[in-house]
């Protein structure tokens, strides 16, 4: 499985955009790529999935460049709300019965 | 509405006592996974279960086991609790899709005294 890189922690502004950039150097020809959102006393939740390229939907837009070893978790316009902590993950659901591999993840604290 | 269920929000447990927790998923997953988050550690994967009585020992099986007999419970048991086994407990399952969502159920808040 590949391993994932992240920064420990992001600060920002209401209003603003923020990128979330995470390094998996050994990623395979079939994994995609992953990231998951987490409040506190919650479980994490999905937000979006890409293999390549780019993908976009209501909640954010993720950027994976062609050699595929980095992805950019894309965050609009961030509000109080999104203070959270974000993870990348990187595996094929069909190999190794999909087991998912969480790292710490990036705490991001959005102010007002 | 897709959901995981785990059986206790928060649990009080003496040391060396044997403890359950249960977790049932009703999207006929067939991948289930147990994980514990520490602070500072992020989710780490005690098991994961990929099939009725399959499992697979995650980054930190030591002092737990698991048992899967139903496609739909997946159940975490420390054999004999320890205080370094108090911890937020996380229950998610998956299927096989190319998709790799997965879905975590509210979590269990354990104490061990």
């Known amino acids: 499985l590949a391993k994932t890189t992240q920064p420990i922690s992001m600060d920002s502004y209401e209003g603003q955009e923020v990128n979330i950039t995470c390094s998996h150097n050994?990623?395979?020809?079939?994994?995609?790529i992953t990231w998951y959102q987490q409040f506190p006393s919650q479980g994490p939740r999905f937000i979006i999935q890409g293999y390549k390229t780019k993908v976009t939907n209501e909640v954010a837009s993720l950027f994976i460049p062609a050699d595929r070893k980095s992805s950019t978790l894309s965050l609009p316009r961030v509000s109080l709300s999104d203070t959270a902590v974000y993870y990348c993950l990187v595996g094929d659901p069909q190999n190794q019965g999909g087991k998912l591999i969480f790292g710490q993840g990036t705490e991001l604290s959005v102010k007002p | 509405d897709v959901k995981v269920t785990q059986s206790s929000r928060y649990l009080v447990k003496r040391t060396g006592e044997k403890v359950f927790l249960e977790c049932v998923q009703d999207m006929d997953h067939e991948n289930m996974f147990w994980y514990r988050q520490d602070p500072g550690l992020g989710l780490r994967l005690i098991y994961f279960?990929?099939?009725?009585?399959?499992?697979e020992k995650g980054d930190i099986p030591e002092g737990y086991s698991v048992s899967r007999e139903k496609k739909e419970r997946f159940s975490l048991i420390l054999e004999s609790a320890s205080t370094n086994q108090t911890s937020m407990y996380l229950c998610?399952?998956?299927?096989?899709?190319?998709?790799?969502?997965?879905?975590f159920g509210q979590g269990t808040r354990l104490t061990v005294v």
């Open positions: 998610a399952s998956a299927g096989t899709s190319v998709s790799t969502e997965a879905f």
């Open positions: 279960s990929y099939d009725v009585k399959m499992k």
């Open positions: 050994n990623i395979a020809t079939n994994d995609y």
